[in-house]
T-cell receptor, first 114, second 113 residues
Framework: NAGVMQNPRHLVRRRGQEARLRCSPMKGHSHVYWYRQLPEEGLKFMVYLQKENIIDESGMPKERFSAEFPKEGPSILRIQQVVRGDSAAYFC????????????FGPGTRLTVL | QKEVEQDPGPLSVPEGAIVSLNCTYSNSAFQYFMWYRQYSRKGPELLMYTYSSGNKEDGRFTAQVDKSSKYISLFIRDSQPSDSATYLCAMSARETSGSRLTFGEGTQLTVNP
């Protein structure tokens, strides 16, 4: 039974480029969360999605960041015009409906902005 | 003031020791409490999940929640070198419709053989 899958595991971008991070939740899970872990800091919530709906995006920066979870396919976290301060580990978590706080995390995508 | 405070350590103990990890929080709406273990450059792994006050035991791990003091603990008995990792406390306010987790900064633990 595959866990939460994220790709790519490592992503290098130059300032001004776009970064796309993908997350496939565990089988049977309908809730997806994105968190960011900056160097020497804890995990910070960014956004919570269900299929085709953004439920809570209160942790997302107001500009350049967007997320989606389409009816088919993985959830995507998109960062436009990346800056060096976006360098971090981005983790996706999923949970089954009805047990939404039992969140299981993927291995993360480590974004480096040059 | 941070919503969740956790001593970042580092904490170093000999193999076989009892380890105590703690978090305090300020938001009285938190009802669900979790401990995650994170190995270096890996994703967090859910260890314990508890609701409201009380104790929960799973093998060598015991989680305690004291809502009156806004204080949670994780105890690791007979610690092993493989327990060396960063331990993150996390908590949330709602269950049925899903909610964000608020994390502590993590405590880095090393168990020496």
């Amino acid at each position: 039974n595959a866990g939460v899958m994220q790709n790519p595991r490592h992503l290098v971008r130059r300032r001004g480029q776009e970064a796309r991070l993908r997350c496939s939740p565990m089988k049977g899970h309908s809730h997806v969360y994105w968190y960011r872990q900056l160097p020497e800091e804890g995990l910070k919530f960014m956004v919570y999605l269900q299929k085709e709906n953004i439920i809570d995006e209160s942790g997302m920066p107001k500009e350049r960041f967007s997320a989606e979870f389409p009816k088919e396919g993985p959830s995507i976290l998109r960062i436009q015009q990346v800056v060096r301060g976006d360098s971090a580990a981005y983790f996706c978590a999923s949970s089954p409906q009805g047990a939404a706080d039992t969140q299981y995390f993927g291995p993360g995508t480590r974004l480096t902005v040059l | 003031q941070k919503e969740v405070e956790q001593d970042p350590g580092p904490l170093s103990v000999p193999e076989g020791a009892i380890v105590s990890l703690n978090c305090t929080y300020s938001n009285s709406a938190f009802q669900y409490f979790m401990w995650y273990r994170q190995y270096s450059r890996k994703g967090p792994e859910l260890l314990m999940y508890t609701y409201s006050s009380g104790n929960k035991e799973d093998g060598r791990f015991t989680a305690q929640v004291d809502k009156s003091s806004k204080y949670i603990s994780l105890f690791i008995r007979d610690s092993q070198p493989s327990d060396s990792a960063t331990y993150l406390c996390a908590m949330s306010a709602r269950e049925t419709s899903g909610s964000r987790l608020t994390f502590g900064e993590g405590t880095q633990l090393t168990v020496n053989p």
